[in-house]
C-alpha cells in the first residue's frame, strides 16, 4: 500500500467515506506476491540501518507536528506547509519499490491528512463535526490483500458508533495501489445497516519504515499513517 474517503437520520445525506485519493495502470497484486516475497530479506535488512540515517529526526519531527492536531484540522495553512516541507525531505529516503515492502502490513493510525476532512468524508466536514466527534482513525492492511478502514466516532459526545470499509488491494506499479472497497457499514448504538455502493481508491505510497507511511492521493493530498502497536484494530 505506499501512501489512507460522517449524519444520521434517514433524512441527512449519508456521505461515502474514502482514506485516499486517484492514478492509473493495472498490474494485480497476485503477478507481485513472489516478488513481494523476495524482497522481505532486503528490507528487513536495510531496515536496521535506517537508524542511523537522518530519518529518525525526520519522522519525530513530522510526528510532532501532526499529533493531537485532530488530522490535522486545527492546523494553520503554514503548519500545513511545514508538513509538506519534512514529507518531501523523507520522500527521498523512499525504498525503490515501496509497494514490494513487508512493512506496508500491520494496523496503522491516520494521523493527518492536508485535507482533513477526507478521511471519514461528511462525518469529518466543518458541518459534520458538530455532531460527530472523531474517535480515531484506522487502517488495516493484512496479507495478501486486505484492507480495512475504520472511522470511530461519539455523537453529541455520549453515542458510539463508527463506519468501516472492506477493501481488496491491488497493485498499479512500484508506487502506487489501488484499492476498490464494498459498501461501507455503518454502526451507531444498536444500529447496524450498510448504504451506498462499491467506492474506489487509489494511493502512492511515498515513504515507510517501521514507524510510519506516508501516501499521496491522486488528488494530491498528504496522508500521514503511524503503526499501531499491541493488537488488532477489530474492524
Known amino acids: 500500500m505506499a501512501a489512507c474517503s460522517l449524519t444520521l437520520s434517514s433524512s441527512l445525506p449519508q456521505p461515502k467515506p474514502s482514506f485516499f485519493g486517484s492514478k492509473p495502470s493495472h498490474l494485480s497484486l497476485h503477478s507481485t506476491s513472489f516478488a513481494l516475497k523476495s524482497q522481505c530479506f532486503r528490507v528487513s535488512s536495510s531496515s536496521v540501518s535506517i537508524s542511523s540515517r ?4 525526520l519522522v519525530a519531527s513530522l510526528l510532532s507536528k501532526v499529533i493531537q492536531t485532530d488530522g490535522g484540522v486545527s492546523l ?3 503548519q500545513h506547509q511545514e508538513v509538506a516541507q519534512v514529507a518531501n525531505e523523507l520522500n527521498k529516503y523512499c525504498v525503490d519499490e515501496p509497494v514490494k515492502c513487508p512493512l506496508i502490513f500491520g494496523d496503522w493510525d ?3 491528512c492536508s485535507n482533513p476532512t477526507s478521511p471519514g468524508g461528511g462525518y469529518r ?6 455532531f460527530f466527534k472523531t474517535k480515531d482513525m484506522v487502517q488495516a492492511v493484512e496479507a495478501p490483500d486486505s484492507v480495512r478502514n475504520k472511522v470511530s466516532f461519539s455523537v453529541f459526545g455520549f453515542l458510539n458508533g463508527e463506519v468501516s470499509l472492506k477493501g481488496k ?3 498499479l506499479d512500484h508506487q502506487w495501489i489501488q484499492v476498490i472497497f464494498e459498501p461501507p457499514e455503518l ?5 447496524d445497516f450498510r448504504y451506498g455502493g462499491e467506492s474506489e481508491v487509489k494511493l502512492q505510497i511515498t515513504y515507510i519504515d517501521e514507524k510510519i507511511r506516508l501516501g499521496k492521493g ?3 493530498s498528504l496522508f500521514v499513517f503511524q503503526r499501531r502497536h499491541g493488537g488488532s484494530t477489530n474492524v
Open 218 to 220: 491522486s488528488r494530491g
Open 187 to 191: 454502526r451507531v448504538g444498536e444500529m
Open 110 to 112: 491516520v494521523v493527518y
Open 76 to 78: 494553520t495553512t503554514k
Open 125 to 130: 466536514s466543518a458541518l459534520g463535526r458538530l
Open 169 to 171: 488491494l491491488k497493485v
Open 54 to 57: 537522518p530519518t529518525d529526526d
